[in-house]
């Protein structure tokens, strides 16, 4: 086959960007030492992708060899005695997760939607509703394999070799291939979390709860309604929860079967759940999500509000799973989604002035989340000690550019404040406002792995062209 059979549109999770690429798709090895060969051989630069879950240009690059790595999926070992695995790249979280759960083990991190590969989330470094109490997931994990760009692999291993473990996780896939990663899991004695529902009137309240429940609670989420002004600014809901103890839940045994943590397949128990969406895009619009969300929190903060119930895992855990193709309603468009790191003295002024700053350019977020977090020590963290703020776009034909500017707007208070963002989550954000979020000595660092373990730059991606190699 040629590199011309090979030609795909790839894109990124949102639908807003995306490009040609000649994409290979290995079972083994051998597959993947073939593609590096063909890309050096041909002066084309590599990008990994496994299920393409991150919203930008994370994984993919305009006429790069695209290695999709969706396929090498196999569970290499599972040790249920003591919770480790190895898994190759393609493994997606949701076949982590069935895997374990009948064992007492549930993935110590996980993203809001079960579809990422643990290659992918290992590049991005992924983080949870847990990350004050659990970090990210390369906290997790034990070693990896890395494959090189020169066709050399070794094994890194977090103990023995600290300093490279960090710097290879969450470096975008700029420095190898994770080929085998071995991961830690956290034991549970029931399927199930104990959720508490609460409701907060303003940005200050969500803010307090937030960091009052982050020693309290596993799991910390927000949601706010960012149609709300006034008074009324940064109102929301917010969901704790907490595993239980053993002997704690009397439904513990039957909760841990993988198939009782299957989503429901209708929603309200009559409409089937790839229905949904099609009934959801008439109101992707404006007056639409304003008044999804003022309906939202309603509910939430009245006949919801206060309210502590039982949840499997995979029901808390899986939000955006629970409509089948949910992003369609973005179409033809597509969305974006910008995230923001912010330290707690912070938060509260820079995510006023973000939703401000929404309202003003006449797009406010359909879609806000805010979580707590703590610092890691890999080199390219997103993590502060404090809050972050997502926030999802509609990307609406003819106003494209008018987005990518309010980004720009939307990003500018995060770094005057010593904030970061979340590149997994970015298709937007200009390099040099995303530079000016690095420490001291950061780039330079990222620079020096780079020429020793990919000097010719045979791996990049469209994201990585952006944030870090722009000149």
């Not at 004050?132 to 997790?140: A, K, P, S």
């Not at 806000?368 to 890999?378: E, I, N, Q, S, Y």
Request: proline fraction near 5%; hydrophobic fraction near 40%; include cysteine.
């Amino acid at each position: 086959m040629t590199l011309k059979d090979r030609l795909e549109w790839v894109e990124g999770w949102g639908m807003a960007v995306g490009g040609a690429g000649y994409v290979f798709r290995p079972t083994d090895a051998g597959g993947v030492a073939e593609a590096i060969e063909t890309a050096r051989d041909s002066g084309i630069p590599i990008t990994l992708r496994g299920a393409g879950c991150s919203y930008g240009d994370a994984a993919f690059r305009p006429e790069s060899v695209v290695l999709d790595l969706s396929n090498l999926n196999r569970v290499l070992t599972w040790e249920p005695e003591s919770g480790t695995v190895d898994v190759e790249p393609g493994v997606s979280l949701a076949s982590l997760w069935r895997l374990a759960i009948g064992d007492g083990w549930w993935p110590p991190v996980v993203t809001g939607t079960m579809e990422p590969t643990i290659g992918g989330m290992l590049a991005m470094n992924v983080h949870g509703k847990n990350n004050w109490t659990r970090g990210t997931l390369g906290e997790h994990c034990i070693e990896f394999d890395l494959a090189m760009a020169n066709g050399e692999s070794r094994t890194i291993s977090q103990e023995a070799d600290a300093e490279l473990f960090n710097d290879v996780i969450g470096s975008f896939g700029q420095f190898g291939i994770i080929t085998r990663a071995r991961l830690q899991m956290k034991k549970v004695h029931t399927g199930r979390v104990e959720v508490r529902a609460v409701s907060a009137p303003d940005l200050e309240a969500m803010l307090s709860l937030t960091d009052d429940a982050k020693d309290k609670w596993e799991y910390v989420v927000g949601w706010i309604d960012s149609f709300a002004r006034g008074r009324n600014l940064g109102r929301g809901l917010l969901h704790f929860a907490r595993h239980f103890e053993e002997g704690e839940d009397p439904e513990a045994t039957s909760s841990l079967d993988a198939a009782a943590q299957d989503l429901p397949a209708n929603l309200f128990g009559i409409m089937p759940k790839g229905l949904m969406w099609h009934f959801l895009k008439p109101l992707t619009n404006r007056p639409g999500m304003r008044c999804i969300n003022f309906a939202k929190y309603l509910v939430g903060s009245t006949i919801g509000d206060e309210k502590t119930y039982r949840q499997p895992l995979a029901g808390f855990s899986f939000l955006l799973d629970y409509v089948p193709n949910w992003k369609n309603i973005y179409l033809p468009g597509g969305l974006i989604q910008h995230q923001s790191f912010v330290p707690a003295a912070s938060a509260e002024r820079v995510f006023r002035q973000q939703l401000e700053i929404c309202h003003e350019h006449g797009m406010p977020s359909f879609l806000a989340v805010l979580k707590r977090h703590r610092p890691d020590g890999f080199l390219m963290s997103h993590a502060v000690d404090g809050f972050s703020l997502a926030l999802d776009f509609p990307v609406i034909l003819g106003k494209r550019q008018k987005l990518w500017e309010m980004v720009r707007a939307l990003a500018e208070p995060v770094v005057a404040a010593g904030g970061r963002f979340y590149p997994a989550k970015d298709a937007a954000l200009p390099g040099h406002l995303y530079r000016s979020t690095f420490r001291e000595g950061q780039l330079g660092r990222f620079a020096g792995i780079k020429a020793k373990l990919d000097p010719d730059r045979v791996l990049r991606s469209g994201l990585a062209d952006r944030l870090i190699y722009e000149d």
